[in-house]
């Protein structure tokens, strides 16, 4: 009966699989369904509760009394009978799970509470053996099937691309990881109780080539942190310690910016004694304070939602992205860059509250949301912070989910701070690639600036002339031409940094020419997606609709970047 129930789609589709690619491979396979072996020849497990007789009879009870009284009303006496040797299949035992751990056959209340349950989380390769055989018994035994979603991670190979296996002796213990493991004893441990002793020379070289020094201690966090961003769709992922390593980085970075945070709340601000001091006193800039605070708020919310979605799709890789980006590119690398200068000087009281307030809410909300991916560094950082920001409850773990609605998405505060960043990297970039030492100060030239940018360049010029180590911004005169110079594009404004003295304009033009190759390149793959019927009509319409966004910005790119290697290559080189 459950053969047949679940092999015509009996589930009524009441299970959803994630990725949705296996409910077609499921019902294919259950519609297909062949004999199932339900014997073992193992010591443990459920023995099969199989009686017989001398004469081969053979009688199914469930203890050997009421077999017994089979085999009496049969042969009209009292027989020998012997139990089957075997037990049942692991899979039939394990099939029984989702409801005999709540008192069934009995029906206690927690029966009732927690079947059917909501997720099932299992790897696709025993889809048949275990996920199939619980909605059977399921089926056949409650009348409903056991569980509502089923999530379907992949597989992890090692770092080459193979399974892991004792008698290949390239498991990774995960404890290792967490604690670490000197080379001696992940070498005794990968070759101890082989299946093929023989093994375990190539085991031992291939350990020691691999691990020369065993393996460092990297923290729970870290590696959880590196589960959920292996956790994509794939069917296979290989595992690399690299990762690991760099989640580890993640979390100082995470425990060095809490630390500044309080730092900054418990340090005393400076008191000015006089107008010399007045004089002398860094310049903060206030300017760009307010629209830092209202930036960094709105891009919590923005991350917030993007891990509600991930979660709600099981893309833990994307949400573990989306927590990264935020806490060590936004938050660290430009947040917490803006705000320092007003953070120690005493001279700006109502900004330098408000810079306070602003990092110490938003970290405090940010570890609510990185604690279900990194649980134990969220909550020994919380339980310092939290009192501060007026948050009170014993652990993370039972504090409220942040809501997004609390840190309003403000359109404007984002395009002016974007706006900031990319002029910023892209004179990092410009003394990056011409190998300019970052305490050389440079005069900025702006061309084919709107007034937008210009009002912008204007607002923000104690910050640009800070974080890019400028000496001068200004945009050229009508007329003007410009000197040779480094060029870089932000849309349509064309940075330019006067070289005179630092390079030619031949060595301008090959470092352009190289910009433009890759914006070629950006250009046919964002042709190549547009152009293509299966991504268009497939993809997400917010996904296609970006992707039209990037071509026009690159396209803009382009023309901007061809305008300056005309202008450049019309240079006067040196001897002509």
Same mark, same amino acid.
């Given at each position: 009966?459950?053969?047949?129930?679940?092999?015509?789609?009996?589930?009524?589709?009441?299970?959803?699989?994630?990725?949705?690619?296996?409910?077609?491979?499921?019902?294919?396979?259950?519609?297909?369904?062949?004999?199932?072996?339900?014997?073992?020849?193992?010591?443990?497990?459920?023995?099969?509760?199989?009686?017989?007789?001398?004469?081969?009879?053979?009688?199914?009870?469930?203890?050997?009394?009421?077999?017994?009284?089979?085999?009496?009303?049969?042969?009209?006496?009292?027989?020998?009978?012997?139990?089957?040797?075997?037990?049942?299949?692991?899979?039939?035992?394990?099939?029984?799970?989702?409801?005999?751990?709540?008192?069934?056959?009995?029906?206690?209340?927690?029966?009732?509470?927690?079947?059917?349950?909501?997720?099932?989380?299992?790897?696709?390769?025993?889809?048949?053996?275990?996920?199939?055989?619980?909605?059977?018994?399921?089926?056949?035994?409650?009348?409903?099937?056991?569980?509502?979603?089923?999530?379907?991670?992949?597989?992890?190979?090692?770092?080459?691309?193979?399974?892991?296996?004792?008698?290949?002796?390239?498991?990774?213990?995960?404890?290792?990881?967490?604690?670490?493991?000197?080379?001696?004893?992940?070498?005794?441990?990968?070759?101890?109780?082989?299946?093929?002793?023989?093994?375990?020379?190539?085991?031992?070289?291939?350990?020691?080539?691999?691990?020369?020094?065993?393996?460092?201690?990297?923290?729970?966090?870290?590696?959880?942190?590196?589960?959920?961003?292996?956790?994509?769709?794939?069917?296979?992922?290989?595992?690399?310690?690299?990762?690991?390593?760099?989640?580890?980085?993640?979390?100082?970075?995470?425990?060095?910016?809490?630390?500044?945070?309080?730092?900054?709340?418990?340090?005393?601000?400076?008191?000015?004694?006089?107008?010399?001091?007045?004089?002398?006193?860094?310049?903060?800039?206030?300017?760009?304070?307010?629209?830092?605070?209202?930036?960094?708020?709105?891009?919590?919310?923005?991350?917030?939602?993007?891990?509600?979605?991930?979660?709600?799709?099981?893309?833990?890789?994307?949400?573990?992205?989306?927590?990264?980006?935020?806490?060590?590119?936004?938050?660290?690398?430009?947040?917490?860059?803006?705000?320092?200068?007003?953070? @120690?000087? %005493? !001279?700006?009281? /109502? +900004?330098?509250?408000?810079? *306070?307030?602003? &990092?110490?809410? $938003? =970290?405090?909300?940010?570890?609510?949301?990185?604690?279900?991916?990194?649980?134990?560094?969220?909550?020994?950082?919380?339980?310092?912070?939290?009192?501060?920001?007026?948050?009170?409850?014993?652990?993370?773990?039972?504090?409220?989910?942040?809501?997004?609605? @609390?840190? %309003? !998405?403000?359109? /404007? +505060?984002?395009?002016?701070? *974007?706006?900031? &960043?990319?002029? $910023? =990297?892209?004179?990092?970039?410009?003394?990056?690639?011409?190998?300019?030492?970052?305490?050389?100060?440079?005069?900025?030239?702006?061309?084919?600036?709107?007034?937008?940018?210009?009002?912008?360049?204007?607002?923000?010029?104690?910050?640009?002339?800070?974080?890019?180590?400028?000496?001068?911004?200004?945009?050229?005169?009508?007329?003007?031409?410009?000197?040779?110079?480094?060029?870089?594009?932000?849309?349509?404004?064309?940075?330019?940094?006067?070289?005179?003295?630092?390079?030619?304009?031949?060595?301008?033009?090959?470092?352009?020419?190289?910009?433009?190759?890759?914006?070629?390149?950006?250009?046919?793959?964002?042709?190549?997606?547009?152009?293509?019927?299966?991504?268009?009509?497939?993809?997400?319409?917010?996904?296609?609709?970006?992707?039209?966004?990037?071509?026009?910005?690159?396209?803009?790119?382009?023309?901007?970047?061809?305008?300056?290697?005309?202008?450049?290559?019309?240079?006067?080189?040196?001897?002509?």
């Amino acid at each position: 009966m459950v053969r047949a129930h679940c092999a015509a789609g009996g589930t009524g589709h009441r299970v959803r699989f994630v990725p949705e690619n296996w409910d077609k491979t499921f019902y294919q396979w259950m519609r297909n369904i062949q004999d199932w072996c339900i014997s073992r020849q193992l010591w443990w497990g459920h023995r099969i509760p199989a009686w017989y007789d001398e004469d081969g009879e053979i009688y199914v009870a469930r203890s050997a009394a009421e077999a017994q009284a089979q085999a009496r009303a049969r042969h009209g006496r009292e027989v020998p009978l012997r139990q089957d040797d075997d037990v049942l299949d692991t899979w039939f035992s394990s099939a029984l799970w989702p409801f005999s751990t709540q008192g069934w056959p009995e029906r206690p209340p927690e029966l009732e509470l927690y079947y059917p349950t909501d997720v099932l989380v299992t790897g696709f390769d025993i889809i048949f053996f275990w996920v199939a055989r619980m909605l059977m018994f399921g089926l056949k035994f409650m009348g409903e099937v056991p569980f509502r979603q089923v999530y379907l991670h992949g597989l992890i190979l090692d770092a080459d691309g193979q399974k892991m296996s004792k008698s290949k002796g390239n498991v990774i213990d995960p404890l290792d990881i967490i604690d670490g493991i000197d080379l001696e004893a992940l070498v005794a441990k990968r070759t101890a109780g082989l299946m093929q002793p023989h093994l375990a020379a190539a085991i031992e070289r291939a350990t020691r080539k691999q691990y020369p020094n065993g393996i460092a201690a990297y923290g729970t966090d870290a590696l959880r942190f590196t589960f959920a961003s292996f956790a994509t769709q794939s069917r296979e992922l290989r595992f690399d310690l690299g990762r690991v390593a760099g989640y580890r980085n993640f979390c100082n970075k995470l425990w060095n910016a809490a630390r500044f945070v309080m730092l900054m709340l418990d340090q005393a601000a400076p008191q000015a004694t006089g107008a010399s001091i007045l004089r002398t006193a860094p310049s903060a800039d206030t300017t760009a304070i307010d629209v830092a605070n209202r930036w960094i708020r709105s891009r919590l919310g923005a991350t917030i939602s993007a891990v509600e979605r991930a979660f709600d799709d099981y893309r833990f890789d994307f949400a573990a992205s989306a927590l990264y980006e935020f806490t060590w590119h936004e938050y660290c690398d430009w947040y917490l860059e803006i705000v320092k200068p007003v953070l @120690q000087d %005493a !001279h700006h009281p /109502a +900004a330098q509250h408000a810079a *306070r307030r602003t &990092m110490l809410e $938003v =970290l405090e909300a940010l570890l609510r949301t990185l604690h279900p991916l990194m649980p134990f560094i969220s909550e020994d950082i919380w339980l310092r912070v939290a009192p501060l920001a007026g948050v009170s409850g014993p652990s993370v773990m039972l504090a409220p989910w942040p809501q997004a609605a @609390q840190f %309003a !998405h403000d359109a /404007a +505060a984002e395009t002016e701070l *974007r706006w900031v &960043m990319q002029l $910023v =990297l892209a004179i990092r970039q410009i003394r990056g690639e011409m190998d300019i030492s970052p305490a050389q100060r440079l005069p900025l030239l702006l061309q084919h600036a709107s007034a937008g940018d210009l009002q912008l360049a204007q607002r923000h010029h104690a910050l640009l002339s800070r974080l890019a180590g400028l000496a001068s911004v200004r945009p050229l005169a009508a007329g003007e031409t410009a000197p040779p110079a480094a060029a870089a594009q932000v849309g349509e404004l064309s940075l330019l940094v006067p070289m005179a003295g630092l390079i030619e304009p031949a060595s301008e033009l090959q470092r352009l020419d190289k910009r433009l190759q890759k914006i070629e390149q950006e250009l046919g793959k964002s042709r190549g997606k547009l152009t293509n019927h299966s991504f268009v009509n497939s993809a997400p319409a917010d996904v296609v609709e970006q992707e039209r966004v990037r071509l026009a910005e690159r396209e803009s790119e382009r023309a901007a970047l061809l305008r300056h290697i005309g202008q450049v290559r019309a240079l006067p080189r040196e001897g002509a």
